[in-house]
Structures are given as structure tokens and as C-alpha cells.
């Protein structure tokens, strides 16, 4: 059971390329969603889905884009990175309305030079 | 909205000393409320949650944390902590109905000494 699967685990873009970061869990979660880390600031919340098809912003939104065409699968897009999108950035699902445990993959370090 | 407070940034401690990590949260609605760890280079692990009934929750490796509602505060404790529970611990809330959001606070390391 791999549970979520982030990739890459290291990433290193230049200022103003575009990429896309993986995120795949195995575990049938209706609700999958993306976070970032940054020192001092805990997790912020950039995109969250609750069930393919659906998607709303978080906290920090501006510069990332999701979709969610399977259950298995939320992809995010950084469209034109900037340094302040230097940080590592978590995905995770739960399978129910917040009652449940979100289960984390093991996180994807982005820096933007 | 919701909002999760951790005052402690970093928490140094002795090995085999207690430890008290403080959370406080603010919601206009009811919450579930969580404890995650973080060790070095890994995501988030669940650790304790408090959905509804006793108070007092525990973790398998000796953490426990109350639920205050009066004060809205969740601290995690343990009565004797070990070099192994070097990590960073993050509180949680997401409402018990709506729209389902985790809000994480900003974490508190945990240092053990020893």
C-alpha cells in the first residue's frame, strides 16, 4: 500500500518556468489537497478537492493551479515560478469530511532561482 | 474562519522530563482537533485526534492531549519524553460540518537533551 506519492522529491527552477507537481494516492480519499511549508508558518493551505471534478482555493492560491479529473490523482501547476514559491509543499488525503486522518506524502522541496 | 495558535516555537528539553506543547484554536463552529509529528525530511504523521466523547486522548507512545472547550485549547503532554520524540509537532482543527479544511498551526520543535 504506498498510501500518497509526491513527485519529484527535489525540484530546481528558474524564475518564470512553468512545472507540474505530482501527487497520486491508492486509498479510493475523496479529499485530497495541497499544502506548502514554510519556516516559521507552518502548513498553508494552496488548493483542496472534494471529489474529482471539483476543486477551491485555500489560503495561498495565487500562482498554483489544480485540477482533478480522477479520484486518484491532483496534480498542481506552479505557471510562472517565482522565488517566493521556494518552499516544500505537501500533499495529502482524507477519506471523509474532516474527521478523519489526512495521510501526507512525503513532500516535494521547490527552489526557485 | 478557523485559527490554530501555537505560542512555542521551540521547546528544548531533558530526556526523561515532561513536556507540555500548547494549542489554542479559535472557530465560530465546532472543530475536530488533531496532533501531527514531523520527523527530519518526512511528511506529517498523525499522532492524536479528538472528534468528540473523552476529553483526554492518547497516543500509542505515551502523548496525551486535552481538550479544553471553555478555554479552546488542545496541549499535547508526555510525562517522560526520550530522544526518539525529537521532531516537530503541529495542532490541527477542521469543522465538523462544511467544507472540509485542515487549518495546521505553525508548529513547535521539540528538542530533546540529552
Known amino acids: 500500500n504506498a498510501g500518497v506519492t509526491q513527485t519529484p522529491k527535489f525540484q530546481v527552477l528558474k524564475t518564470g518556468q512553468s512545472m507540474t507537481l505530482q501527487c497520486a494516492q491508492d486509498?479510493?480519499?475523496?479529499?485530497m489537497s495541497w499544502y506548502r511549508q514554510d519556516p516559521g508558518m507552518g502548513l498553508r493551505l494552496i488548493h483542496y478537492s472534494v471529489g474529482a471534478g471539483i476543486t477551491d482555493q485555500g489560503e495561498v492560491p495565487n500562482g498554483y493551479n489544480v485540477s482533478r479529473s480522477t479520484t486518484e490523482d491532483f496534480p498542481l501547476r506552479l505557471l510562472s515560478a517565482a522565488p517566493s514559491q521556494t518552499s516544500v509543499y505537501f500533499c495529502a488525503s482524507s477519506s471523509d469530511t474532516g474527521s478523519t486522518e489526512a495521510f501526507f506524502g512525503q513532500g516535494t522541496r521547490l527552489t526557485v532561482v | 474562519a478557523q485559527s490554530v495558535t501555537q505560542l512555542d516555537s521551540q521547546v528544548p528539553v531533558f530526556e526523561e522530563a515532561p513536556v507540555e506543547l500548547r494549542c489554542n484554536y479559535s472557530s465560530s463552529v465546532s472543530v475536530y482537533l488533531f496532533w501531527y509529528v514531523q520527523y527530519p525530511n518526512q511528511g506529517l504523521q498523525l499522532l492524536l485526534k479528538y472528534l468528540s466523547g473523552s476529553t483526554l486522548v492518547e497516543s500509542i507512545n505515551g502523548f496525551e492531549a486535552e481538550f479544553n472547550k471553555s478555554q479552546t485549547s488542545f496541549h499535547l503532554r508526555k510525562p517522560s519524553v526520550h530522544i526518539s520524540d525529537t521532531a516537530e509537532y503541529f495542532c490541527a482543527v477542521s469543522t465538523t460540518s462544511g467544507t472540509y479544511k485542515y487549518i495546521f498551526g505553525t508548529g513547535t520543535r521539540l528538542k530533546v537533551l540529552a
Open positions: 486509498m479510493n480519499h475523496e479529499y
